[in-house]
């Protein structure tokens, strides 16, 4: 199983950015997905998940500005970023569990300037 996540990138604060994950298999079935973050110096953490029938769960600091969702056609998950602010920085990864076993893409870096 791979999962290649793009579309990091440098932006402005109040800006905008979508990350794409993109699974070697199909995704309809994997329950959940997610967005994980690390910023430098600090662990990683989660910022949403997205369960196979469309139910979303979100980190306080991403609730009212990210949405996660899934396109099954595309075997892709995205995270669209809305509102970005400096402490958005770090690398983001895409994860999924299937049947028991941890898959990790290899991250994104989004990086936002004030």
């Known amino acids: 199983v791979q999962l290649q996540a793009s579309g990091g990138g440098l932006v402005r604060a109040g800006g905008s950015l979508r990350l794409s994950c993109a699974a070697s298999v199909r995704v309809a079935g994997i329950n959940p997905m997610r967005w994980y973050r690390q910023a430098p110096g600090k662990q990683r953490e989660l910022v949403a998940g997205?369960?196979?029938?469309?139910?979303?769960n979100y980190a306080d600091s991403a609730k009212g500005r990210f949405t996660i969702s899934r396109d099954n056609a595309k075997n892709t998950v995205y995270l669209q970023m809305n509102s970005l602010k400096p402490e958005d920085t770090a690398v983001y990864y895409c994860n999924a569990v299937i049947i028991l076993k941890v898959y990790w893409g290899q991250g994104t870096l989004v990086t936002v300037s004030s």
């Open positions: 997205i369960t196979s029938d469309g139910r979303s």
